[in-house]
């Protein structure tokens, strides 16, 4: 059975840094697809970033390009997603998502229903 639990959010002053981690608990992480979603108050939930099994190949969402980077480390079972530059548009729930699953380019990993295992989630505050 697959278990997420993301972890490190919290309250960030505007133009801060966070990072964000996932940890993955069952078989075989290195071959699931990663995903990092978020959402806001009264807001669809909404694709950040996405990583392959092997961390070669990143894909962004265009709101976070160039102010974020996903990686991972298998041996650890853990994603992570720094994200730098902070906005108040940044405050959402964060979420992180994997699937079995390496049929489809990485960019067509950016519609949440590709994902079979999510987390909780954890609470990003950004102050406008």
């Known amino acids: 059975q697959v278990q997420l639990v993301e972890s490190g959010g919290g309250l960030v002053q505007a133009g801060g840094s966070l990072t964000l981690s996932c940890t993955f608990s069952?078989?075989?992480?290195?071959?699931?697809?990663t995903g990092w979603f978020r959402q806001a108050p009264g807001k669809e939930r909404e694709f950040v970033a996405a990583i392959n099994w092997s961390g070669a190949t990143k894909y962004y969402a265009d709101s976070v390009k160039g102010r974020s980077t996903i990686s991972r480390d298998n041996d650890k079972n853990t994603a992570y997603l720094q994200m730098n530059s902070l906005k108040g548009e940044d405050t959402a729930v964060y979420y992180c998502?994997?699937?079995?699953?390496?049929?489809?380019?990485?960019?067509?990993?950016?519609?949440?229903?590709?994902?079979?295992?999510w987390g909780q989630g954890t609470q990003v505050t950004v102050p406008s």
């Open positions: 069952g078989r075989s992480f290195g071959t699931y697809v």
């Open positions: 998502a994997v699937v079995q699953d390496a049929r489809y380019r990485l960019t067509d990993y950016d519609n949440r229903d590709r994902y079979k295992y």
